[in-house]
């Protein structure tokens, strides 16, 4: 059979791992997929540039336009990031009738309702395993090897910047600066590294996630979104010694009256296999009412990791690139025309533990009024420590590990604790998940 022929857009690091994977493996790819995948032609800023990977015998153009009108051209892989020009590209790709494989979070959690539309219409396939948590194969798992189940949670750690953030600080008490720091030197962290520390890329890949685990549209404007800024070295202390970690992790759960989705740090106990997870590793959880709870672990970013996505996907399109337009595994999991249209919860409305932590005076009557708004706004204290003042300090750290509330009775405690004349600091509040 006639070689599968693909167009690259972008040769950096998954562009370049890409090459190299298909090139190793051409063999048992070919074997896998029925026919040859070929890189024909690749688009890049600079084609002058040296590359990690040798181009031999492929194309270089600089206007990636040219890759997705080229007649030649079967599979668009689209690795160059940003939401602007990779949204133009692959729509024209899609409606030149090329099938299109991309690992762009950001794009698909923003306008992976239009494309998919678009190329449900077209009759092409668009695949994006890379697009969340690297080389793990969540949504091959997700869409196709859970569809027996009703997914009731999904809790991940998928960004390896903030995980290898969070590591350091605990195992070497280092302040977040300094860890920011070495993660951008070894270049875990995305172009703006913001994206990683507040959230926004755990939020893009979570919005992926919801949408096949629930069947719903992407919503990425509805995640709450909060990063890791704000955590200090002493909270995640306390947090070990209380048997937990804290990690970022992103969350979606089908509660009664909607679907949460949220990216906050948390802390879960530390004898679960997902608190154990460190440096840039990813892992996501996901409880299925059939199977119960399955944990998927690997390296959620890099060049030949992502690159393994990238290159199932090439096979699987490959695979079904004959086949019938109905027969193939929809984009979202369910039928584009059975999607449902549960609301996405506020965060008001979503009920989980919470870790609080109030710098008190050290005076008699502190904690009975710290309780007794806990006990007017009926929340459930399940545990209380006070820390020893340091010497000479009038001051101490007070540590409450609430049960299960909904997120509005623990703001407006928030807010009646920080008006107390006794309470010199803001409360610092953590939300905590069991994960049972
Ligand atoms: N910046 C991302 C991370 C890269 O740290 O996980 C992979 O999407």
Known sequence: MKPIQVGLLGLGTVGSGTIAVLRRNREEISRRAGRDIVVKAASARDISRERAVSLEGIELVADPADIVSRPDIDIVVELIGGETAARELVLRAIDNGKHVVTANKALLAKHGTEIFARAHAKGVMVAFEGSVAGGIPIIKAIREGLSANR?????????????FILSEMRDKGLPFDMVLAEAQRLGY????????????????KLTILAAIAFGIPMQFDKVYTEGIT??????????????????????????KKGIELRVHPTLIPSRRLIANVEGV?????????????????GRGAGA???ASAVVADLVDVTRMATADPEQRVPHLAFQPDRLSDDPILPMEEVETGCYLRLRALDRPGVLADVTRICADLSISIDAIFQKEAGEGEDQVDVVILTHVTPEKQVNAAIRRIEALPTIPAPVVRIRLEELL
């Open 230 to 255: 704000k955590l200090t070295a002493v909270d995640l202390k306390y947090a070990e010694g209380l048997g937990y970690r804290i990690k970022l992790l992103g969350i979606t759960r089908r509660a």
């Open 304 to 306: 030949e990791a992502t």
């Open 189 to 204: 962290a995305e172009a703006d590294p913001a994206f990683d520390v507040e959230g926004i890329d755990a939020a893009h």
């Open 151 to 163: 997914i009731e949670w999904i809790a991940g750690i998928i960004n390896g910047t903030c995980n």
């Open 281 to 297: 590793m990813n892992a996501v959880l996901v409880k299925g009412d059939a199977v119960g709870p399955t944990l998927y672990y």
